[in-house]
């Protein structure tokens, strides 16, 4: 079994910063990709950021050159730094581990989810 818990949402002021963090616990042998999503009131889930396990990412367009995405692999844990935060990016942010377990081989685990709301 595999736990994924999300911190650091909140309400921020455009031009803020906020700092995510979600850590993975549990019988993990290993763990692969990591991601951000958010997912906006009427809106699909996007992807905002990945990480590979060596370290590669990418963003959305969006988000380029304001958010970083990074990971601690002995801690289990992915980051995302999120700077000049503008209303638009509101919405309930969710992380995405693959994990493989002793048992099984790599599975998508997702956050409870964190809200972040950007408002004046």
């Known amino acids: 079994q595999v736990q994924l818990v999300e911190s650091g949402g909140g309400l921020v002021q455009p031009g803020g910063s906020l700092r995510l963090s979600c850590a993975a616990s549990g019988s993990i042998f290993s763990i692969n990709a990591m991601g951000w999503y958010r997912q906006a009131p009427g809106k699909q889930r996007e992807l905002v950021a990945a990480?590979?396990?060596?370290?590669?990412?990418n963003y959305a367009d969006s988000v380029k050159g304001r958010f970083t995405i990074s990971r601690d692999n002995a801690k289990n844990t992915v980051y995302l730094q999120m700077n000049s935060l503008k209303p638009e990016d509101t919405a309930v942010y969710y992380c995405?581990?693959?994990?493989?377990?002793?048992?099984?081989?790599?599975?998508?685990?997702w956050g409870q989810g964190t809200q972040v709301t950007v408002s004046s």
């Open positions: 995405k581990i693959g994990v493989a377990t002793l048992f099984n081989p790599t599975y998508d685990y």
């Open positions: 990480i590979t396990k060596g370290g590669s990412t």
